[in-house]
């Protein structure tokens, strides 16, 4: 930024420079930890329970099917100012068949007749299965690269009312 000084005693003055250029204010620092805690706040969907026989019944010994069809998710947020995208995935899946035994996977399950994750019921009786989804994700500040956020976020998923039924084989003659 320059300066004109007024004459001193009688002496003409040249143009100085008092300071140097005021630089462009640096933006705020996005944190990996800042981003975790957005993912942590922005609702993520809890995982809606499928189970196969449908109707909420089930027999003893038999594979009954579960699913959930939870997907990828976008969400943005405004951290500091900044626009902050995040691209959110569900990386784990951890199914409560509610008779005391859980199991992890990495997919969501699968409608009959592909049988990714069932469970054989060894007594009859009600359960209340339930599905846990944790989320990982990616961030981008103001359009930048994309980032993977360190840490992840579970999401407990809703029980659903389950009947465990015995059935009795019978045999039919045909005349």
Same mark, same amino acid.
């Given at each position: 930024?320059?300066?004109?000084?007024?004459?001193?005693?009688?002496?003409?003055?040249?143009?100085?420079?008092?300071?140097?250029?005021?630089?462009?204010?640096?933006?705020? *620092?996005?944190?990996?930890?800042?981003?975790?805690?957005?993912? /942590?706040?922005?609702?993520?969907?809890?995982?809606?329970? *499928?189970?196969?026989?449908?109707? +909420?019944?089930?027999?003893?010994?038999?594979?009954?099917?579960?699913?959930?069809? *939870?997907?990828?998710?976008? /969400?943005?947020?405004?951290?500091? !100012? /900044?626009?902050?995208?995040?691209?959110?995935?569900?990386?784990?899946?951890?199914?409560?068949?509610?008779?005391?035994?859980?199991?992890?996977?990495? *997919?969501?399950?699968?409608?009959?007749?592909? $049988?990714?994750?069932?469970?054989?019921?060894?007594?009859? !009786?009600?359960?209340?299965?339930?599905?846990?989804?944790?989320?990982?994700?990616?961030?981008?500040?103001?359009?930048?690269?994309?980032?993977?956020?360190?840490?992840?976020?579970?999401?407990? !998923?809703?029980?659903?009312? $389950?009947?465990?039924?015995?059935?009795?084989?019978? $045999?039919? +003659?045909?005349?």
């Amino acid at each position: 930024m320059s300066h004109w000084f007024e004459p001193v005693n009688g002496e003409p003055t040249t143009p100085t420079t008092s300071c140097p250029e005021e630089a462009e204010p640096a933006q705020p *620092q996005i944190t990996n930890a800042m981003v975790l805690n957005a993912l /942590r706040r922005v609702g993520l969907p809890a995982a809606e329970l *499928q189970v196969q026989p449908p109707n +909420g019944r089930t027999l003893v010994n038999f594979a009954t099917n579960f699913y959930t069809e *939870q997907g990828d998710l976008t /969400r943005t947020v405004t951290l500091l !100012g /900044r626009q902050v995208e995040l691209r959110i995935h569900p990386t784990h899946y951890t199914w409560a068949f509610g008779d005391g035994t859980t199991t992890t996977t990495d *997919q969501p399950g699968a409608p009959y007749p592909d $049988l990714q994750v069932t469970h054989d019921y060894r007594t009859a !009786g009600r359960v209340a299965p339930s599905v846990d989804t944790t989320y990982s994700a990616e961030f981008s500040v103001d359009g930048g690269p994309w980032q993977p956020v360190d840490g992840t976020v579970t999401i407990p !998923g809703e029980t659903i009312a $389950l009947r465990v039924l015995t059935a009795t084989p019978t $045999l039919v +003659g045909y005349r």
